[in-house]
């Protein structure tokens, strides 16, 4: 206990310790040309906020800089030499200091900037780039800058952001290695990348690189062999920022392949796209059959060179249609519980409505049995009375009238009796079949469904905060 | 619920309340038939004590129903003593005599049974008619002293 209590009080000044062992950055406003100032403010302030993101340097406060070049009489304007920038830099205290211009010519950009030291006045690193595109992707680019500038290679999402993923026409997409069944682990690599380079060609997508993913994967302490699962790919796919993961499976069954393959989205887990093929034919056809596959899965038609070449025969399954609320309905509407049971193997044998599903069935078939038991009890009474009844009719002797008069009555009054309890039961029955129906469809699979399906505390890429976060999920029901 | 159960309202017209007995009744207490045919009734004694001799009286509206036939019950007809019978009726006033008694004395029976059964033919077509046994009738015993009839029954015919 005293050990934690003087970890505790100690941790903050090790962070602060920390904080002050990173050298420290001062950013210059940059000169403008061709470009309108506040532009170029813009975009330097983009780079002064993505270099704390580093780790790397610790940013001289703006304010502070303007104060001490107003005490000292001096504008920033003007100073582009390293010797102007080293002597800012002292007064600020700073380390370094970065500074540049930020200039257009025709369509392009142009950024140059450099980092002095301080200490030694001379040019520590410098960066250059001519951008063609919107001053939007400028500012992605001021901020891959502010990790080149310091030495460090710009964390994933960022190039993805680079590469114009976020138009809306193209998705981030990483693929792992398909897994193999009766198929050797190379074969099912280079089928894999075979796969790969065909999403690329389709244009739809932008591709992590696997080298790429391979490093993300093992510095973060996964093992590809072993991460087969959808839990682990959409894990994977956290942590590389894609929108997008598609894993699956190459078998082989004496001379027929088989082909599944599944696209699901990172941060939800739900399935975006399935497809299921079996293959018979040459080798070398399966390969073509994998490239018409990434054609498929992401929407396009394949070109015609490449069905020209299909060998073999092909059997694509039809992608199995999405399990909704209303095939529940109809499926409890049938048996009772057996959309509940479809609930459930739609979220991976999710309990409760397991449970629901046998409560169901259960109660409804016991109700179905009791109700059996009255009417037969109805119809046996029924009979009795009709049987003494007649009897009574024919009958003489005043004994026996009376006695078969009773006989009668009491078999009547049983068989009213059932009749009215199978009345109550018949109604009751038909409630809870409607319930049954009702629950089916209110708590039938659907995309909700599947998130609330979801681990409590999961690992999912935002991408409004450019990083992957922890989710905490709570069901409310 | 939609099923219908068996209706056992039906009464036997020979079930009499004992304080009410005895009886003189119609078998059965309903006919139905269509024009020019028969309906036919047995005419029962019921819980009857001792009796030698019944005189059953019946009216029916000579306007719609004839008196086709009528034969001999077999109340009597469990002795070894020779009973008879005889009856008289009159269509013009739809007045019918039964007439059913031991001959001999110190003979008596008692119980329920048919006295006779009678055919009538229905002259036209009508929504009901009745039938009636009067207070005309007379149970006796063997010394022909009146016994008290307590019921008398009424039928009904229906003709289409």
Known sequence: ?477 | MACELYDNSELNPRDIDPALSPGLVFDPVSNTTTVGAAAEFDVYVVSADNISGIHAQITYDANRLSVTNVTTGDFFSDSAQTNTSFFVYDDDNGVLDINYFYLGNEITKSGTGKIATILFNTKQSFDATTLEITDGSELVDQDDVDIAILTRGTATVQSN
């Open chain 1, 1 to 477: 206990m005293n050990i934690a209590k003087y970890l505790r009080s100690i941790l903050p000044l090790a962070f602060v310790a920390l904080a002050f062992s990173q050298p420290s950055v001062a950013v210059l406003d940059f000169s403008a040309n061709g470009l309108p100032q506040y532009e170029v403010e813009t975009l330097v302030e983009r780079l002064r906020s993505e270099l704390p993101n580093t780790g790397a340097v610790r940013l001289v406060d703006r304010k502070m800089l303007e104060n001490i070049l107003k005490e000292q009489g001096l504008q920033q304007s003007g100073c582009t030499t390293a010797e102007c920038s080293a002597q800012i830099g002292e007064l600020l205290g700073a380390q370094f200091m970065i500074s540049g211009s930020i200039g257009k010519l025709g369509d392009s950009f142009t950024v140059d900037m450099k980092m002095v030291s301080v200490t030694t006045g001379g040019v520590e690193r410098a960066k250059n780039l001519t951008f063609d595109g919107t001053t939007g992707g400028l500012l992605v680019e001021m901020q891959i800058l502010a990790w080149e500038i310091v030495a460090l290679k710009p964390p994933q999402p960022l190039i993805l952001k680079r590469t114009g993923a976020e138009d809306g026409e193209k998705v981030t997409v990483a693929i792992m290695d398909f897994d193999p069944r009766g198929i050797s682990q190379l074969e099912a690599q280079t089928l894999t990348d075979r796969f790969a380079t065909e999403v690329d060609a389709t244009g739809k997508a932008i591709l992590v690189d696997r080298r790429q993913m391979m490093e993300v994967m093992e510095e973060q302490g996964y093992d590809e062999a072993g991460c087969t699962s959808e839990e682990c790919a959409a894990e994977v796919g956290a942590l590389l920022g894609v929108k997008f993961m598609i894993n699956g499976a190459i078998g082989k069954l004496g001379d027929t392949y088989t082909i599944d393959a599944k696209m699901f989205e990172v941060a939800t887990g739900a399935a975006a796209k399935t497809k299921n093929a079996t293959y018979n034919g040459p080798v070398d056809g399966l390969i073509t059959e994998i490239e018409i596959l990434a054609w498929e899965m992401m929407g396009v038609k394949p070109p015609r060179a490449l069905t020209n070449k299909r060998k073999g025969t092909i059997t694509q399954e039809a992608a199995p249609a999405p399990k909704t609320p209303l095939a529940a309905a109809v499926r409890s509407a049938i048996i009772p519980g057996w959309g509940q049971l479809y609930t459930s193997n739609a979220l991976d044998n999710e309990p409760l409505s397991r449970r629901k599903a046998l409560y169901f069935f259960a109660g409804e078939m016991g109700t179905g049995a009791i109700a059996y038991l009255l009417y037969s009890n109805m119809k046996s009474s029924d009979e009795d009375t009709k049987k003494y009844h007649q009897s009574y009719l024919l009958e003489s002797d005043p004994d026996q009238i009376n006695a078969l008069k009773t006989k009668s009555d009491d078999a009547s009054s049983s068989a009213e009796s059932s009749k009215d309890q199978l009345t109550i039961l018949a109604y009751l029955l038909g409630a809870a079949h409607l319930y049954n129906i009702v629950d089916a469809y209110m708590n039938g699979p659907n995309e909700d469904m599947a998130s609330r399906n979801h681990k409590k505390i999961d690992l999912v890429y935002n991408p409004e905060l450019n990083q992957p976060q922890l989710r905490f999920s709570i069901a409310l029901d």
